[in-house]
C-alpha cells in the first residue's frame, strides 16, 4: 500500500528532499501514508489536527521558507483543511483513506522507480513550542531515524512478537519511534483512535492486546497495572517520574526509564528495568549515540565523572539543526570546535554533531549510568531564589493523603496584585472517594471545596510552612476535575494558569484557604516600629505584607546574607541602625525590630576631621613631611594621615614577604558606543568619592603603618599592549608606592581603547571594587552616581574598639586546638598554582539556614575527614559588611578578615544542631575577627599555633560584578595568591554554587584536588536535602 501510495505521490510532483504536510487522525491509514511519504525521499510534517489554523499556517510558512513543501495530505475526518489552506496556490491537496489508496495502480505497473532516500535527506519536522511565540522546527534525517530504531530496538528487545502501543500524538516526536521501531523490527503498530486514546485508554489497550508501550509519567497515573495485563514492557519519559510510578508498576512490567530530546531521535538512553524501590531519576546508559557531562556554564570543559553537569548527546541520532533558525541552531548544536574533549575524529569520519540537552545530570562512577537531576530551565525563580516546583508537588501529595495528583504552576498573570499576592498556584485532583471536594457534577474547570477540604488543606499548608522555606509555599490551592494534558501527553500548563486567571473573587477567597480574622496567625498586632520593618521587608524581599506577622523569620522568607545586605542600606535610609548581624541573629520580626535602632544625628556620619585619627602625641607637620619622602611627592599632595587597618597590614606583609603576590591586574575593552573622555571623568569622579583609591601605605619608625591620602589618582597611558606588557612586568606595589593604577592603552585589538586596573589587596576586597566599578558605569549612563562613604570612617571605629575581649575570646576558642595538618606543607621548588572552576546545581535549602551556613558546614566535614580529626582548624574569611556601622555598606575599602575557625564535629547530633553550632561559632568570630591573625597569634600558644592554617575558606554572596555595558569585555585577569596551600571559594549564583578553588602544586596534585572538589559537591547537596533531623552518624562524607 505505502509503495502505490509513494508512486501516486511522485505522479503529483512530490520530489526527493521535498516536504509533505499531513493533517490526519489517527490511523492505521495514516501509517501509511507517513511511510509512502519516506519512500519518495521527501519528509513529512504534522501540522496536528488540534491546533488551530494560525498555528498550522505558521508551521507551514516555516518549512516554505526553507523547504519545497509540494502536497498537504488530509483524511475525511480533517477534508476542511484544504479549504482552510486554500489560499496557499503552490501547495496542492489531497484526500487520502483507505479507498482511495485501493483505487491506485498496483506496484507492479510503474513506468519509473522509487527514488533511493539518502541517509542525510530530512525524514520529519518536529515542531515544538518557542519562545518567541513562532513554532521550532526540529529537521531529523533518515539517518537520524534509522540509527535510532537499530539501537533502541535492540536495547529494548522490539521483535515480530511486539505488539507496541502508538500512543503518542503525531505532533510529538515519540510517535516516530512507536510507529518506526516497530515496522523496522516487523513487529506490530497497535493503534487506538483519537477518541479512544483520550476517552479510554485502558479499554483500548486491552482490546489491542498490546506488550510494549511508552508513555508520560503524567498519561501513566491515569492507568493501573491491572488495566492492562498483556503489558511487558513499559518505557516512561518525556517528564521526571515520581518514586509512586516506579513503586506502582515496577513489580508488574519490565519498566524501563528513557531520556530522548526531540532534537536527539527520539531516545538517546535507556534504563536496564527498573526494581521497586529504585530511585526514578537513572536513565541508564547511551544508546545509538555518546553522551557527554560538561561544565554547565561552559561546554568547552567536561565535568569530572561524579559531579553534576549539563548533558551533551554526540552521534548520527543528533537533529540537523532547527528549521530556519542559524541562531538559535548556533546556541544548542554544537560543532567539534566547541568540543575540545572530543576524542581525534578517525580518518575521513564526517563532522560529529552534538546537542546540548538543557538537562542537569550525573555520570555515576559506580556502573557508568546517566542520572538526571533537574532541567535548566524547569525551575523558576522567585525573590531571587531558584524553586524546583516538583519539590513542592512531593511534600504536598505527601502531606494529604487524598490527593492522586498535584501540579504546582507559577503565576503569570500580571493583573494588579494577582501575582504579587497568588506568585505559586497548586491544582489539585483528589481521589473519588475524597470528602475533601464537592463532586456534584456542575459547569466549570474547578471544583468547590467542602468545609472538611478547606481544613484539610490548611493543615497541609501548615505542613508545607515547616518543610519549605516561606516563599516555596503555595499562596492558591485549587481543586480540579483532572490535570488537562498536551497533545503531547504533557501537563497543558497553559491551560492551568488560564483556570487560574479566570477565577472569580470569591473563588480566589477560598480557594486561598483564608481563615475568619479571628483565627489569623498573626498573633497581635504590630508595633509601630515592627510595621516600618515589615515594610522594608516587602520592598527587600517582594513579600505580601497581609502574610506577615510579629513571629515571621526572615530566613524562612527568603533572607539570605546579600538580602539582608539590601535591608540594612532600606533601613539606613528610613533612618535605622540595623547591623547585617542582627539580621542572622535575630530572624523573628519582632525580635529584629527591637534590636533595630534610630541613628543618631547626621554627624555620626561625618568623616574625622584630616589627621585627627593620629596619635594625640604626633608632630603632624614633621609626620606629613616624613611621609612625603616616603612616597616621593610633594608635601601639598598629602590630604590626610590616618592608621592602617589590621587585615591591610597582613596583606601588606604577605605581599612584600612573596613579591608580587595580592596584586589584581584587569583589562577591559569597552564598547565604542562609550566615549573615553566620558570614561576618564567617571572614573575621576569616584576616585575622588573613595579615598581608597588614592591611599599610599608606608611605615613610619615612630607612628608605625599609616594610611596616606593623596588629593589625586594619575593615570597611565601606553601605545600599545606590548608597551603596556613592557613597562608593566616589573611594576612594584610596596611601601610609599602608588597601590591602585588606572591606565589606558591607546589602541586596543579592536581599534578602541582598552582600560588597565590594577591594585593591591590592601586597598580592596570583592564587594568593593563591584561598588566601585557600578558607580563609575552609573557616572558613564547617567551623569552621576550613588554616594560612596570614606575607608576612615570604617579605621575611626575599628580603632575605638577595645582589644581585651577579642584577645580573651580567642584564647578560650583556640585552648587546646589542634595544629592544623592538612593540607600538607608545599614540597619542592614549584611555586605555580592551579585554579579549578565547577558549578554545582543546588535548588532548594532548608528553610532555616542560610546557603553560606550549610556550604561551610560542608567544608568542615570534609575538612575533618581529610585531616583525620572531628576537630580541625582552617581559615575562614568573612566580608565585615555586617560591622554594627550605619555607613558599611557603601564603605569603600576593604574590610574583610580572615581568622582561624575551629570545627569541632559531633557525631551524635543531627545536622540541625551541627548547622546551628557553625552559625553560633560564626557570630563570636565576626565580633572579634577585627583585630587580625597577627594579634590573635597573641593570644595564647594554641591561637599562634592555629593561625598557621593552610586552607581558607570563603562564601560569596556574588561574583565580582562588573557592567559589561561600559566596560564592554574583559580581556584578562591576573591575581596571585599568598602563602596558603589551598583556597577555596563559594560564590552563590542562580541554580546553585560556583566553587573557585586555587591551590598550590608543590602542596595538591591536580586529581586529589579535583576529587577534593567533587566530594565537596556531592556533599553540599547531601546536606540540603536530608532532614535537619538526620544523626551526623548517618551523613556520608566521602
Known amino acids: 500500500m505505502s509503495e502505490r501510495l509513494a508512486l501516486e505521490m511522485v505522479r503529483r510532483g512530490v520530489a526527493p528532499q521535498d516536504t509533505v504536510a499531513l493533517c490526519v487522525d489517527k490511523s492505521a491509514t495514516a501509517i501509511v501514508v507517513m511511510t509512502a511519504v519516506l519512500r519518495t525521499g521527501a519528509s513529512f510534517v504534522h501540522l496536528g489536527i488540534k491546533n488551530p489554523v494560525q498555528r498550522q499556517s505558521a508551521i507551514l510558512d516555516a518549512c516554505q521558507a526553507t523547504v519545497n513543501v509540494s502536497l498537504l495530505i488530509v483524511d475525511e475526518q480533517n477534508k476542511e483543511r484544504l479549504a482552510e489552506h486554500k489560499s496557499r496556490e503552490s501547495l496542492p491537496g489531497l484526500l487520502v483513506d483507505e479507498q482511495f489508496i485501493a483505487s491506485l495502480p498496483p506496484a507492479t505497473e510503474a513506468t519509473f522507480p ?64 512507536d510507529i518506526f521501531y516497530a515496522l523496522a523490527r516487523g513487529a506490530c503498530v497497535c493503534s487506538p483512535s483519537e477518541q479512544e486514546r483520550v476517552d479510554n485508554l485502558a479499554e483500548a489497550a486491552r482490546k489491542l492486546q498490546i506488550n510494549w508501550a511508552f508513555l508520560t509519567p503524567s498519561v501513566l497515573s491515569l492507568l493501573d497495572p491491572s488495566d492492562i495485563p498483556s503489558l511487558r514492557r513499559l518505557l516512561l519519559g518525556g517528564e521526571k517520574p515520581s518514586p509512586k510510578h516506579v513503586a506502582h508498576w515496577a513489580k508488574s512490567v519490565s519498566l524501563h526509564l528513557v531520556m530522548g530530546p526531540s532534537e536527539c531521535a527520539i531516545y538517546c538512553a535507556g534504563s536496564e528495568a527498573i526494581k521497586p524501590g529504585q530511585p526514578p531519576s537513572t536513565f541508564g546508559t547511551a544508546a545509538g549515540c555518546r553522551m557527554w557531562v560538561v561544565d554547565p556554564r561552559d561546554h568547552t570543559r567536561l565535568a569530572p565523572i561524579g559531579c553534576p553537569g549539563e548533558l551533551v548527546v554526540e552521534g548520527r541520532t543528533v537533529a540537523r539543526g532547527y528549521l530556519h533558525n542559524p541562531e538559535r541552531t548556533r546556541l544548542a548544536f554544537l560543532g567539534e570546535k566547541d568540543a575540545p574533549w572530543l576524542p581525534p575524529r578517525p580518518a575521513n569520519a564526517a563532522p560529529r554533531r552534538l546537542y546540548k540537552a538543557g538537562d542537569l545530570v550525573r555520570l555515576e562512577a559506580h556502573d557508568a549510568t546517566f542520572t538526571f537531576i533537574a532541567r535548566k530551565d524547569n525551575q523558576v525563580k522567585l525573590h531571587g531564589q531558584r524553586v524546583e516546583l516538583d519539590e513542592i508537588e512531593y511534600h504536598i501529595k505527601d502531606a494529604v493523603c487524598d490527593i492522586d495528583s498535584a501540579c504546582v504552576v507559577l503565576n503569570t498573570n500580571n493583573a494588579p496584585g494577582h501575582r504579587s499576592r497568588h506568585p505559586l498556584i497548586v491544582f489539585l485532583v483528589f481521589v473519588r472517594t475524597s470528602n475533601a471536594v464537592d463532586n456534584v457534577e456542575h459547569e466549570g474547570s474547578t471544583l468547590s471545596l467542602t468545609p472538611n477540604g478547606t481544613c484539610l488543606l490548611r493543615k497541609a499548608k501548615e505542613h508545607l510552612s515547616v518543610a519549605l522555606p516561606a516563599y516555596m509555599v503555595p499562596t492558591l490551592y485549587v481543586p480540579i476535575h483532572h490535570v488537562p494534558f498536551t497533545a503531547n501527553g504533557k501537563r497543558d500548563i497553559a491551560r492551568l494558569r488560564q483556570i487560574a486567571s479566570d477565577l472569580t473573587q470569591d473563588e480566589l477567597q477560598a480557594f486561598s484557604l483564608t481563615e475568619p480574622k479571628s483565627n489569623k496567625v498573626l498573633s497581635r498586632s504590630l508595633t509601630p516600629q515592627e510595621e516600618q520593618l515589615r515594610d522594608l521587608w516587602v520592598d527587600v524581599l517582594e513579600l505580601d505584607p497581609s502574610n506577615l506577622g510579629p513571629d515571621s523569620d526572615f530566613i524562612r522568607q527568603g533572607g539570605d546574607s546579600l538580602t539582608a545586605m539590601h535591608l540594612v542600606t532600606a533601613a539606613t535610609r528610613k533612618g535605622f541602625h540595623l547591623p547585617v548581624s542582627t539580621t542572622m541573629t535575630h530572624p523573628r520580626l519582632s525580635d529584629m525590630a527591637s534590636q533595630m535602632t534610630l541613628l543618631e544625628s547626621q554627624a555620626q556620619d561625618a568623616s574625622p576631621d584630616p589627621f585627627s585619627l593620629l596619635r594625640s602625641s604626633s608632630d603632624i607637620a614633621t609626620l606629613k613631611a616624613r611621609c612625603a619622602e616616603a612616597c616621593k611627592v610633594d608635601l601639598d599632595q598629602i590630604e590626610d594621615i590616618y592608621p592602617t587597618t589590621p587585615v591591610q597590614d597582613m596583606l601588606v606583609n604577605a605581599g612584600r614577604m612573596r613579591p608580587g603576590t595580592y596584586i589584581l591586574t584587569m583589562t577591559f575593552q569597552p564598547p565604542p558606543t562609550v566615549p573615553l573622555d566620558v570614561f576618564m571623568a567617571g572614573w575621576d ?224 547530633t543531627t545536622i540541625g544542631t551541627f548547622f546551628d553550632a557553625v552559625r553560633q561559632a560564626n557570630l563570636g568570630t565576626v565580633q572579634h575577627g577585627h583585630i587580625g591573625i597577627p594579634q590573635i597569634r597573641q593570644a595564647s600558644s594554641d591561637a599562634a599555633q592555629a593561625c598557621t592554617f593552610r586552607a581558607l575558606f570563603a562564601v560569596q554572596p556574588r561574583h565580582l560584578a562588573i557592567p559589561s555595558d561600559v566596560f564592554g569585555e574583559r580581556l584578562s585577569f591576573h591575581e596571585e595568591m599568598g602563602r596558603l596551600a589551598l583556597i577555596f571559594e563559594c560564590v552563590t549564583v542562580e541554580g546553585g554554587v560556583d566553587l573557585v578553588v586555587e591551590f598550590k602544586n608543590a602542596s595538591l596534585k591536580k586529581p586529589e584536588t579535583e576529587v577534593f572538589v567533587n566530594q565537596f559537591g556531592s556533599l553540599l547537596q547531601r546536606l540540603v536535602a536530608l532532614p535537619l533531623g538526620t544523626l551526623m552518624s548517618d551523613v556520608v562524607v566521602l
Request: proline content about 7%; some cysteine.
Open 685 to 908: 569622579r569616584v576616585v575622588r568619592s573613595a579615598d581608597i583609591l588614592r591611599t599610599r601605605i608606608v611605615a613610619d619608625p615612630d607612628a608605625g603603618r599609616l594610611q596616606v591620602l593623596m588629593k589625586s589618582l594619575e593615570w597611565d597611558f601606553y601605545d600599545t599592549e606590548e608597551d603596556f606588557k613592557a613597562r608593566n612586568d616589573h611594576v612594584e606595589m610596596d611601601f610609599g608606592t602608588r597601590l591602585a593604577r588606572l591606565g589606558i592603552i591607546r589602541k586596543g585589538p579592536s581599534g578602541n581603547f582598552v582600560f588597565v586596573f590594577g591594585g593591591h589587596h590592601a586597598l580592596y576586597d570583592s564587594f568593593m571594587l563591584s561598588m566601585i566599578f557600578e558607580r563609575v558605569a552609573q557616572y558613564c549612563k547617567m551623569g552621576k552616581f550613588d554616594s560612596l562613604s570614606p575607608f576612615k570612617n570604617y579605621v575611626a571605629y575599628i580603632n575605638k574598639l577595645p582589644l581585651q575581649p577579642s584577645m580573651e575570646f580567642w584564647k578560650t576558642t583556640l585552648e587546646g586546638s589542634p595544629t592544623p595538618s592538612w593540607p600538607p606543607v608545599p614540597e619542592g621548588p614549584d611555586a605555580t598554582n592551579s585554579i579549578i572552576n565547577q558549578f554545582v546545581p543546588v535548588t532548594a535549602r532548608p528553610a532555616e539556614f542560610t546557603f553560606a551556613i550549610i556550604a561551610q558546614a560542608a567544608f568542615s566535614l570534609l575538612f575533618a575527614a581529610y585531616s583525620g580529626s572531628d576537630d580541625v582548624t582552617f581559615g575562614m574569611t568573612f566580608s565585615g559588611r555586617d560591622t554594627p556601622l550605619h555607613s558599611i555598606i557603601s564603605t569603600a575599602g576593604p574590610t574583610i578578615y580572615s581568622m582561624p575557625f575551629r570545627s569541632r564535629v559531633n557525631r551524635t
Open 114 to 177: 522509487l527514488p533511493t532516500p539518502e541517509p542525510h535527506y530530512a525524514a520529519s519536522f518536529t515542531f515544538t513550542s518557542g519562545s518567541t511565540g513562532t513554532p521550532k522546527g526540529i529537521i531529523l534525517e533518515h539517518g537520524s531515524v534509522a540509527t535510532s530504531c537499530q539501537a533502541m530496538s535492540d536495547r529494548f528487545g522490539i521483535g515480530p512478537g511486539t505488539r507496541i502501543l502508538q500512543f503518542a500524538s503525531y505532533t510529538f516526536d515519540a510517535s516516530v519511534g
